[in-house]
């Protein structure tokens, strides 16, 4: 058997795990749902996830442990993981295929050459992990932009399965929305295309989980050399070499991935190329290509680029008052520091209200998960706490169900509040528009609700009426243009002087019914005036209650702008944005 | 150009052998816990049992007819599971635990009149009737008297409680006070309580215990659903104080499996025995493998009829143990034999 | 030749390459066992680490124990305290003094779960009356809800009538804490506050049987400085006893004895799980305290392993009798 066909296998195993994985990140316990499924492998298996979390938060979260069996292989083989494991790079390795399947040997043999643009990489690792080290709480993980595994994962996750499942809807009952998907998918669909100029052209140039690879790959016991220099320098092996390492001359062991096709494509008789101990008979380069100049520049953008990012004061004062985040979620400054922008509790989240910032947030918070109320079927529910038990990072620390709901032993801590709900009453129908509705309040679901109503009678337009003629409990009026019936629907009332209400049973157009329960103290004279109300139930927001899960706002007729609208003061998360004592 | 195959060495091909393995055992391991059934991560807390909380919630005790005192609730239920069961009870939270709790309620109720009289209900959920009774059994206290209230016959009070088993619950009421217009309002909510539980399956005592009748002491039956003296072979045990002659001395019986498994436990026990520092004794007995120990200077008799192991703890002198375990042996016998 | 010097320097670049990978993948190995976090991050920033102050005062040997039996609770404590020189000799003037009684349940005073709020008014009248203390004040972390178990055992109103501060726990209140040589006290969080502003710790706790520890008594009573999810330790509930009492170093205990719970502890329930015994002991040694309170539930000091390891960790003396105990009579 070839080895070049194992490989083959494993990435297209290693492939359908990680597109299983992202199926099974449905919410439920049915076989092809979450269940015990490690659906985290792949991002617990990435030691730039690892390394980067370190970085920021001098400390190892156990499921990312795993990482540092991937650690330990590659500093004992090399870097198998990037041909032989990574999704993405699988994706990549296809499409480079693709791209030059038609192309002559001379011309694959010229894409394949080394370029010293294959170094960008490290410098992209370099500021990466900069950002990350910074002292204490300045720190922030960007990591997850372009580290390759969040990135497919929330690709995948928030762009090819939604899309897939919208017409069969076996994931999901309804169809799933995301916001900003235009960009993640522009930037996944731009390295994927960019195989047709350069076969793997993101793991050349840009990956920096592969610069990070590479790095610990320079002590690697066994690597790619030549074994004879009795090579006749034809270059076939450099047909298909996905790395772009040149294995014909110095071969550059930082670039190699492992795939084997040179070994492969060799036709010399002996066995030229092979996966040994002792270095290449025609050399080898161990260190990565990078100029002291380079390195340097990458170093001191690592360093400007936080306080750079940080001058929005997006942290302190100037916080974006309609970040909210997943229950669960630490405070802002400790969140940025773990987030890796996988989309995995995007992906989970029940009621799809979980979905990726956009700029508003600030360009650190870029595709972190936030609550979009409108978006969704509604709001965060009550009993759910799936997004902080799938975080690989801990972003979102995993917490119980009691903890969320503030019972049993967190019950003098009460319920964790991702904000509060404020209502606007210049759109709230029985605020402004005299029309009655309690939607927000019905739906509240805390017992006893955080919503509470109060009467109000409000005089409707044209409703001051005057009294012809008063017969029994109707009273005929001056007016004739009543529209028939229209204050029949139970909210109406009739006004008799102020002190008297009655409620209208019926109308026609010049006379006006009211209910037979209701007894005239005063029977109301000819020519006085009657007041046509409604009764309208006015909602209020209990601030000591309110959790902030957005149920109200997402069922708000308002459509629009909702008439009631959570906003993340009182965030249970941050000690600075309370909004009781 | 001519192609000039280059020999595939064979080690390549033995490698790539190994990895397909690796990768074939890698899916493996990733597949096979899924037919665990484990629940899953996203688990949602096990609700509160709404039909008793609203039972419990429904009992209302108002002034009664003798001038006792109204109380009500002092606040909502709190329901415990077997995780946070020990927030309410500590260290006695393992013991029920380890007998099969599933769920207890709890609530105080105050008198409205007088500030200082109020008392507490515990409805533990034990599962199954057996581990109520299990733990009313284990847990009674020295100065029980009968409670003659229930059809089941297993209740007693104390000065300040009032404590019994209905079906699978276990149900405690603790007073704060030595008060008879206290205990009688926990005498209501007790018969209200017993009367709103919906039917359910009793526990019921073994033939062998109530064939033994008077010469029980009656009230000392208890029942371990594990660890009955002090052994952990003995899960599902009875025991109970026997009269005889002027004396009392300790009985147990445990219905196994089957004939062999019985043996097997008899023998568990002895060794057992012996290696804490028994020493065998041997008597002229009719029963069948019987084994007598002197145990420090009191007697262990153990023994096995069919599949029921059954035996004397701790008797003063052999002929005593001997007496009884004969007793115990007739009762014992299946009805065609007698 | 050329061969064979090309196949030595070939080997020993390829020992010194494998030596550096073995060096790195051990470095890998130890950075991720030091920073390995199984638990995850805590709702709030982790926070400094404190360090729990000694309250103790200077021994005076020969007046390190008194056990005094009476039936009068408060004459007995007097006594108790007068034979080891008086509240003087522990509270000074102007001193801030915390008492930390034991009032884990919802349990009412004459269920004996919990200290006897007659206890806790009695040593701060003499605090204050006696000592001229500032300010005393009563704080536990109960089981159950902390209000609840305060009102129920009337320990709330009784401190508060005599002129003290109850300190209800608040989760701001809990600061994280390493015991040196602790095996279980890592990083955990202790009710620090109270004790911050703190010149004097009282304990009080009464004698009860415990169906885990065997008994709960002075040393077990520091349980309730204790916050997270502490009943974990119930795994090892003889290490963590004596984990406490090396951890807190307080000024005195106080033993009551006088109804002391010899069945169904630590809650109780029945009056009949009470037996008279008439016996307070107040110790500077938590330990010696215990040793001698095991006698009451009928136990000897090698029933609690806790003893022992407390002992052989420094923390205290297990032979109560080596202090030459007060021993006394009140009508």
New interface residues.
Partial sequence: MKIVTVRRISQIFFFTLFVWFCIVTTYGGKFWQLRNWPANLFLNLDPLVALGTILTTHSLYSPLLWALLTVILTIIFGRFFCSWLCPFGSIHHFFGYLGSRNKTAAQKIKLNRYRKAQSIKYFILIVLLIMAAFPSLAATLQTGLLDPIPLVTRSFNLILLPIADGSVNILSVSQRFYETTFFIFAFFLAAVLLNFVIPRFYCRFICPLGALFAVLSRFSIWRIGKNTKTCSNCKFCEQHCEGACEPSANIKIAECVLCFNCRQDCKTKDNVIRYQAKPSLAGEVTNPDISRRGFVLSLASGFLAVPAVRLAGKIKANWPHNLIRPPGSLAEPEFLKRCIRCGQCMRICPTNVLQPAGLDAGLEALWTPVLNNRIGSSGCQLNCIACSQICPTAAIRPITLDEKLGKGSFADKGPLKLGTAFIDRNRCLPWAFGKPCIVCEENCPLSPKAIFIREYFSTVRDGFLTVKKVVGNTIETVEKNLTLDKFATGDYYCSLDGSQKGKIVTNTNNAITISKEVKFAKIPAEGSTIHIQIRLQRPYVDIERCIGCGVCEHECPVSGKKAIRVSAEGESRSADRKLLL | ?A??R?K??RH??V???F??AV?FI??LS?VI??F?L?????V??AGAAKTLDSLLDSIVLRRTPDGAAGFEP??EITVYNAE?L???????A??YVDSGFEKLLTN?LKSQQDDQL?F?FYVYDMAEPANAFSVFSV?K???ASPLSLFETNFGYR????LLFVQGKYYI?L?G???SEPLFNAMTEFAKQLSAALPDQKQFSMPEPLIAAGDNLIPGSIKFYTANALGFDGFDNTFTAVYKIDSSNVTIFLSDRPDESSAEQLVRDYCKFLIDTGAEEKSADIDIDKARILDFYGTIEFVFNNGPVVAGIHEADDIETAVKVARLLNDILKPDTEK | MNEQNDRKLNRRRFLARAAKAGLSIAAAGIIAKTLYDKQGPSAQPSSELVTIPDFSVPAMPGRTISIVKGRDRVKTIDKAIDLLGGIERFVKPDDTVVIKPNVAFTSVPALGATTNPELVAEVIRLCYSRAQAKQVYVTDNPINNPASCFTISRIGKAATSAGAKVILPRVSFFKLTTLEGGKYIENWPVLYQPLAKADKLIGIAPVKSHSRAAASMTMKNFYGLLGGRRNIFHQDINTIIAELVMLIKPTLVILDGTETMVTNGPTGGSFSDLKRTDTIIASCDPVAADSFGCSLLGLKPADLPYLAKAQSAGAGTADYQSLKPIIANVT
């Fill in positions: 150009m192609e000039t280059r595939k060495p390549e091909s490698i790539s052998l990895l397909l990768l890698i899916g990733v816990p899924q665990n484990r629940t899953s991560r996203t949602v807390s002092l606040s946070n020990y927030e309410k009870i500590d260290g006695k393992p013991f105080w109020m507490e847990q206290r020295p100065d104390t000065e300040n409680a405690e603790i704060s006070a030595k």
